[in-house]
């Protein structure tokens, strides 16, 4: 079966350095999402991406955030400057038309 | 925006016994899905249950749309059981409730 997969699994860096995180949604799949949850906490969405350009984001998205899928299989999630905040489990989730979003693994952010 | 309530926030049962998980939400919505997730953190997709009944091994899950509520059943829980489970629903993106910790004791 098809999986969302991400890279890496889990990536440590120093406060105010750019991390990108990376995804590979199922490949016939037309949305693409990017969640969040910080330790002990629920998820929480971050961002949809629909036909090349964010279709909805949330709070949290702020200026610090970007999404690109720069070819056509690749979808991923730029912090520009990490802060220790944005230490969280980060998920990567692909639909295509019918509403069941298909997560991947996640990818642990540690920011120190 | 959807609010999403899971109940009971924390369970603990002893191997073998069955449980009832809710989970409230308060609008319609079109996607219901119920995730457990690991102790490695990953949230493993056990359901998508916009309405109706499912099963799936031991576990099966009842969503009402009509009264916003959905229920995961787990009978003759394992240690393996152990985690958290999470509701989530909502037209585009998903809202997640805040999680039902379960523990089951051998």
């Known amino acids: 079966e098809p999986e969302v997969t991400q890279t890496p699994s889990h990536q440590v860096t120093q406060m105010g350095q750019e991390v990108i995180l990376r995804c590979v949604p199922i490949?016939?799949?037309?949305?693409f999402y990017w969640y969040r949850q910080i330790l002990g906490q629920k998820v929480e969405f971050l961002v949809s991406f629909y036909n090349n350009e964010i279709s909805e984001k949330s709070e949290i998205f702020d200026d610090q955030f970007s999404v690109e899928r720069p070819d056509g299989s690749n979808f991923t999630l730029k912090i520009r400057s990490t802060k220790l905040e944005d230490s969280a489990m980060y998920f990567c989730?692909?639909?295509?038309?019918?509403?069941?979003?298909?997560f991947g693994p996640g990818t642990r952010l540690t920011v120190l | 925006g959807i609010q999403v309530e899971q109940s009971p926030p924390d369970l603990i049962l002893q191997e073998g016994a069955n449980s009832t998980l809710r989970c409230n939400f308060s609008d319609s919505v079109n996607n219901l899905q119920w995730f457990h997730q690991n102790p490695w953190g990953q949230l493993i997709n056990l359901f998508y249950i916009p309405s109706g009944t499912k099963q799936n091994g031991r576990l099966s899950a009842t969503t009402v749309a009509t009264e916003r509520y959905s229920l995961l059943y787990i009978s003759s829980s394992q240690t393996t059981d152990s985690g958290v489970y999470f509701c989530a629903t909502t037209i585009n993106m998903l809202t997640f409730g805040g999680g039902t910790r379960l523990m089951v004791k051998p």
């Open positions: 989730a692909s639909r295509r038309l019918a509403v069941k979003q298909f």
């Open positions: 490949s016939n799949h037309l949305y």
